[in-house]
């Protein structure tokens, strides 16, 4: 969801959840009907734009739609960019009420308490 973000073309490069409303409920339904999840992007904070991919407002829609399934990556090219801003995107799910991501092991899906 967030390619149009970072590669549009557009000025202002925010995607704005209530512009997409029905399109972006969609997309979350698809997502979680089939027990999907998405990831949570830091990179966006690198990248001047002051928040992650996707931003707060789906990352809120996809919690009261029950999408449980939260990733973090950095989209790191450098060792330093590892896990970059991931407490900054872990308080900001706090402050969602999720308190799970999700990490994968042989595919399966393992929940872990944020902070731990």
């Known amino acids: 969801m967030d390619y149009v973000n970072r590669y549009g073309g557009f ?3 925010t995607l704005y959840y209530k ?3 029905d399109i972006i409920y969609n997309i979350l339904k ?3 009907k089939g027990e999907r999840g998405i990831e949570i992007n830091t ?3 690198r990248y001047g734009l002051n928040q992650t991919h996707p ?3 789906i990352l809120k829609r ?4 029950g999408g449980e399934i939260i990733t973090l990556g950095s989209d790191s090219h450098k060792a330093e960019d590892i896990s970059a ?3 900054i995107a872990e308080q900001m799910l706090k402050d969602l ?3 799970y991501l999700t990490k994968f092991s042989k595919l399966k899906p393992e929940m872990y308490k944020i902070g731990d």
Do not use: V
């Not at 996809?62 to 739609?65: A, S, V």
């Open 43 to 45: 990179s966006g904070y």
């Open 55 to 57: 931003q707060r407002d």
């Open 62 to 65: 996809y919690k009261e739609l």
């Open 19 to 21: 512009d997409y409303a």
């Open 30 to 32: 698809t997502i979680i």
């Open 97 to 99: 009420g999720i308190h």
């Open 85 to 87: 801003d991931f407490d």
């Open 11 to 13: 000025d202002d490069k």
